[in-house]
């Protein structure tokens, strides 16, 4: 049996700047702290990992062949050739894959693989969002995340929204573990950047702040339409990080709405902290968002959050607590909310601090115990 305070975990991830990713790799940072060793496989670094060196942590890419053939390079099958090396050669005890598609397939065929060279590895998938509520339901695929849900030893999901969306669209019958997502307080507890929010905010204007990947199911429209209320009713700024395919169509709703100066795309922020920090209203009006670790970290830096009242949100953003939640679309309320929130100074300073403890019940430490355990429990299973 390996040494429970020193595993070797295989994290599989998407290395990208939101989401699925930035979870997998705060996890594997955390676990390297903790003296695991982490080897990260991904067809990129990770970004949250940063541009420096860590103790305990290898980075394996997956670099799909190229081939006049193919127009579609197989990842798959380059995933599962990486996936066997690592495991063999760095002597894994699990592997842990984040999102479910293609990891947890190629997972399933990397240990069948090794089953038959008489290696035993276990495979925990966990579950994020778009995964299941959406990309994951298409017909082209469903069958087969289904199947590859179903083989993973460990199946967990970041929200009782997913476990029970994954029971009742897949009809799996598998266990499924909810583990939230965490905030880790050394980096997200909020600076004191006075003079950084005077120079975004000179006229001491309220700053409104939107981060996302800038897909449509976030409704940036929204965001931008609530604003431009926000606006008329007090000296505001917005500030809009991230980026990805709605982002130009946002800039040119910004012209149409003539709020170009008061609204600045940032674009992709590895360091979004330091935006919350000076955030005085978070909004993410998501059609669907399984978890919503944006508007978490949103909390963990003491900034009130306006979201829709769908798929995670009610489990972290709590009504005339830490926020307010809304129906999808609904601009006028969400407009409504702010602007009453943004003019009482007792009530907002009280959200702040509501939202920080609230943040405080997901802390890193409080979570990072369920996925050990939960490693241990599948290492010592499979021995
Ligand atoms: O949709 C995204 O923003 C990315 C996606 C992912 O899996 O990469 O994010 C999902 O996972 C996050 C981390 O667990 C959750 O906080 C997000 O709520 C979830 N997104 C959606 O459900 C739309």
Known sequence: MP????????IVCYPTYGGSGVVATELGLALAAKGHSI???SYRQPERLGPHYHNNISVHEVRPQ?????????????????????????????????????????????????ASEGLKIPVITTLHGTDVTLVGKDNS?????????????????VSEF??????QFFGIHKEIHVIPNFIDFDKFSKKQFAHFKTSIAPNDEKIIVHVSNFRKVKRV????????????????????????????KMEALCRELNLCDHIRFIGKLSAVEDI???????ILPSETESFGLAALEAMACECPVISTNVGGFPEIN?????GYLTNIGDVEKMAEVSINLLNNKELHNQFRVNAFKRAQEFSLDKILPFYESLYLKAVEEIH
């Open 3 to 10: 040494d429970k305070n020193k595993l070797n975990i295989g």
């Open 276 to 282: 919350l920090s000076i955030a005085d209203l978070f």
């Open 141 to 157: 695929v469903a069958p087969v995340v289904k199947y590859s849900m179903e083989q993973s030893d460990y199946l967990t999901a």
């Open 221 to 248: 429209q929204d965001v931008i339409k609530t604003f431009a209320k926000i606006k008329a009713a007090m000296p505001a700024k917005l500030l809009l990080v991230g980026d990805g395919p709605e982002r130009s």
């Open 39 to 41: 080897h990260f496989i």
């Open 318 to 322: 709590i009504e005339g607590k830490t």
């Open 162 to 167: 997913l476990k029970e969306e994954t029971h």
């Open 66 to 114: 190229n081939y006049p053939l193919f127009e579609f390079p197989p990842y798959e099958l380059t995933l599962i050739g990486k996936m066997l090396e690592v495991v063999k050669f760095e002597k894994l005890d699990v592997l842990h894959v984040h999102y479910a598609i293609p990891h947890a397939f190629s997972a399933y065929n990397a240990k069948l693989i090794l």
